[in-house]
């Protein structure tokens, strides 16, 4: 299954050039005997990870789920019939950065105006943001997508996008993936490097990302 759709992968990154933070660009020479996988649509049945492999706090009462390879493969297979969406807070985007190849940043949780202090968290307090699923609608609309397409979610490390997922499955969203590693990855759990997020990831897994963020892609700047 995961030889098959990398193989699919080599065709597609031929014809494509995707610009990592620092310049760099990805190809791979074209494979023709799996051409006709390119074709597919994005299912779980080429993706979906299962759930015994998915932490407990990271799991969707829907149960789709990727990783951030996946994600980056899912939509270059199909991006017109993808959207792709980031859901962590515009600080993070700011100062951590953002795969290239999300469609529209939503925040699934808000700054609070004016800033708030969370004692037990030692940080400034977020809270969910009311207008998410309308705030995902307008995207959706916007490539001519509807609530039964694909929709994948990235957030940090997967939890927020699970609770992200299962606020648009509540809303009628009937394919939402989440990216179970997200844009950072988990933090190791032990030895000297015990805390940083190293392992997995978008970023860890050198997949393209960028700090220049695209201004049609944020969020409340319309």
Known sequence: MHSCRWLVLAVLASLLSVAHAEGDVLSCPPNQSVQSAAAREPSGDLFTRPESTVPTGK???RGLYVTARDAHDMVTLEPAKVLFIDVRTRGELQFIGMPTMVDAHVPFLLETTPPQWDEAKSTFRL????????????????????RDDVVIVLCQSGMRAAAAADALTAAGYTKVY???????????AEGPHKGERIV???????????TRLDRSKMYGLD
């Open 178 to 188: 989440t990216t179970v590693d997200g844009f950072e990855g988990d933090p190791v």
């Open 59 to 61: 799991r969707t009462k």
């Open 200 to 210: 997995d990831g978008w970023r860890n897994a050198g997949l393209p990302w960028t």
């Open 127 to 146: 809270v969910p943001n009311p207008r998410f699923a309308t705030d995902v609608d307008q995207r959706l609309a916007r490539k001519g997508l509807t």
